[in-house]
């Protein structure tokens, strides 16, 4: 069993930068994957980023590349996503996620076991 919980989310100007955290527990953090997805209101959950597990792969979707950093501290359990800068459209309910089975860049919800609660990101124009 895995348990995450997100933190960080928040209203950030567009053009502003916001940081989301994922604490993780209950596995051996580096053992295992870890992306995050997002979604908005009347849409499907989709893939935001993605890292292997001990951070040296990175994967991003087209949406957000350029834009948006994901990171991994095994050593606090945490994986964080920099949103820099963050726009309008990304305003969305911001989810981490833990995949056990692949080495990393899952992209889809499938593919990933355990899920945090979510944390929402607003962007104001």
């Known amino acids: 069993q895995v348990q995450l919980v997100e933190s960080g989310g928040g209203l950030v100007q567009a053009g502003g930068s916001l940081r989301l955290s994922c604490v993780a527990s209950?596995?051996?953090?580096?053992?295992?994957?870890m992306g995050w997805f997002r979604q908005a209101p009347g849409k499907e959950r989709e893939f935001v980023t993605a890292?292997?597990?001990?951070?040296?792969?990175?994967y991003y979707a087209d949406s957000v590349k350029g834009r948006f950093t994901i990171s991994r501290d095994n050593a606090k359990d945490t994986v964080y996503l920099q949103m820099n800068p963050p726009k309008p459209e990304d305003t969305a309910v911001y989810y981490c996620?833990?995949?056990?089975?692949?080495?990393?860049?899952?992209?889809?919800?499938?593919?990933?076991?355990?899920w945090g609660q979510g944390t929402q990101v607003t962007v104001s124009s």
């Open positions: 209950g596995r051996t953090f580096s053992s295992y994957a």
């Open positions: 890292i292997s597990r001990r951070g040296g792969s990175t």
């Open positions: 996620a833990a995949d056990l089975v692949t080495y990393a860049g899952a992209r889809n919800t499938h593919e990933y076991a355990y």
